[in-house]
Structure formats: C-alpha cells, structure tokens
C-alpha cells in the first residue's frame, strides 16, 4: 500500500516519462537477489551510433577486474527507445566502499586500458545512486 500511495503522488509531480526495452549483455552475472544493505550505482552511457559491438567486446574482456567483491550487478543495452544506451548497474555496501572499489579497479593491470579504448565511444555519461526499497529483491 505504501508503494502504491508513492506512485499516486509521484505521478503528479511527473512531467514526463521515457520507456526503454533493455537486454542484457552476455558476459555479465545476471541479477540476483542480494543481501543487505547496500546502495547501487547505475551509471548510464550514451555512445556514439555504431560502436555497441567495440563497447561489448571491450566490457567483455574488462568485467574481470570488477568481479572481486561480487559488486558487478548487470549489464543492459538499449533495444527499444533511445538507441545506443548502455546501463551498467553496481552494488556497494556504501559510498566509501564504491570508492574503495573504483579505485582498486585502476591498480589493477589491464583495467586502464580498457577504460582507454571505450571513453572514446561515449557521448556522455550519467551515475544515479539508488537506495533500495524494502520491497525490492536487491537488498
């Protein structure tokens, strides 16, 4: 009830609304259900038209060295809606955990050279971080 009471408000605060039909990316884990607390990062990125195969192929080789502390939640590209669009969606217990995470990547061999070869590929780029609801299986 509490949920369905927040989406009548919300709706009328909403000016707008865009829909996307997302797939998931082979080479990552798919989403589970996960215990708690924690906080995710979804970081979205815009590329340019024509360079999802570099991206995947690219993310397919770099998704090892976050894999460690299990914080790689999925990976989704746009189908449907804006083309081009990348998700990815990350857990951490909290702020100084992502910190301490994202900056273990780069002391990691390897990590900066993916991160060399997919920049170019982004128009621009977007992170959220979202706090879970009860209800939700990501915990």
């Not at 192929?57 to 999925?74: C, D, L, M, S, T």
């Not at 449907?80 to 061999?109: C, F, M, P």
Request: hydrophobic share 35%; charged share 30%.
């Amino acid at each position: 009830q509490e949920y369905l009471d927040f989406r009548k408000e919300r709706s009328r605060m909403l000016l707008s609304r865009r829909n996307q039909l997302l797939l998931e990316f082979s080479f990552w884990n798919e989403p589970r259900p996960r215990q708690g607390p924690n906080i995710y990062e979804l970081r979205s990125y815009k590329l340019k038209p024509g360079t999802m195969i570099e991206w995947g192929n690219n993310w397919a080789r770099a998704i090892k060295y976050r894999q460690e502390n299990q914080e790689a939640v999925g990976g989704f590209f746009s189908q449907i809606g804006e083309l081009y669009v990348v998700h990815h969606l990350w857990a951490y217990r909290d702020l100084q955990s992502r910190e301490e995470t994202r900056n273990a990547a780069w002391r990691k061999r390897g990590w900066d050279e993916n991160v060399y070869y997919t920049v170019p590929l982004i128009r621009t780029m977007e992170s959220r971080i979202m706090i879970p609801l009860k209800i939700s299986p990501l915990q």
